[in-house]
């Protein structure tokens, strides 16, 4: 694993770690504002109505895939899920077009790009093969070989 993973990959995860921990702790300061997109994803998901039971799971899958992200274990799996649980995160605490004050939608606005921005970087990391091909490429790769062996058995050229 080159440097610039070993720093990058924890720098990154050091912000879900600490709020999926605050999550887990203390569901219920975020709940409130999870509400108006909780419901509405646990009537299409398979997920419990509850918005604290919600931000908890949120919680869990933040403080998980930010401990593996971190460590370099299943970096592309973390960070997948990483950035699927920043997408409601994002939009049920940093609701900057709702806020009436303008001091208040300003700082929301900065959190909601910042948001933005990690995800940006989450889908980096979630794409970075680190030099090795990639899951597709390798499944078309193998299903050319497993081709061409039908073709010299069958005696097709």
Same mark, same amino acid.
């Given at each position: ?5 070993? &720093? ?35 009537? &299409? ?6 918005? &604290? ?52 939608? &300003? ?51």
């Amino acid at each position: 694993m080159t440097i610039s993973r070993r &720093v990058a990959r924890p720098l990154m995860a050091s912000m879900f770690i600490a709020g999926g921990l605050d999550a887990l702790q203390h569901p219920d300061s975020k709940a409130k504002k999870a509400e108006p997109v909780a419901l509405p994803l646990a009537e &299409v998901l398979p997920l419990p109505d509850d918005p &604290v039971a919600l931000v908890r799971i949120n919680g869990a899958v933040q403080l998980g895939a930010g401990l593996l992200l971190a460590l370099g274990r299943l970096p592309r799996l973390a960070a997948a899920a990483l950035a699927a649980s920043l997408v409601p995160t994002t939009i049920a605490g940093h609701r900057f077009w709702d806020e009436p004050d303008d001091r208040a939608r &300003v700082q929301q606005r900065i959190h909601f790009l910042k948001n933005a921005s990690m995800l940006g970087g989450l889908i980096l990391a979630a794409s970075d093969t680190e030099g090795r091909p990639s899951l597709s490429w390798r499944a078309r790769r193998m299903r050319e070989k497993a081709r061409d062996r039908v073709k010299t058995v069958k005696g097709d050229d």
